[in-house]
């Protein structure tokens, strides 16, 4: 799971699938990890994520709502 902050930066969990100490569907285990995009300075209602170069991984994007400019950062993995 991503979520992005109102400054940008993106922070992630990891699913651990159903908890077992819950009922069945009731409660879901979740991971956090580190920041995973420190943001850039930029309403986070920009960001979105793209595979840009078909290599499988989500590139980070700023699109600019005003006229759809966009910038993006490749992710190297």
């Given at each position: 799971?991503?979520?992005?902050?109102?400054?940008?930066?993106?922070?992630?969990?990891?699913?651990?699938?159903?908890?077992?100490?819950?009922?069945?569907?009731?409660?879901?285990?979740?991971?956090?990890?580190?920041?995973?995009?420190?943001?850039?300075?930029?309403?986070?209602?920009r960001i979105q994520f793209a595979d840009l170069n078909?290599?499988?991984?989500?590139?980070?994007?700023?699109?600019?709502?005003?006229?759809?400019?966009?910038?993006?950062?490749?992710?190297?993995?």
């Open positions: 799971y991503l979520k992005v902050n109102a400054d940008s930066s993106v922070q992630a969990w990891i699913n651990g699938g159903p908890n077992p100490k819950e009922p069945v569907g009731s409660d879901w285990l979740w991971y956090p990890q580190e920041t995973v995009a420190s943001g850039v300075l930029v309403d986070g209602a078909d290599d499988g991984r989500a590139e980070y994007l700023d699109v600019n709502p005003e006229n759809g400019a966009t910038r993006a950062w490749i992710n190297y993995g």
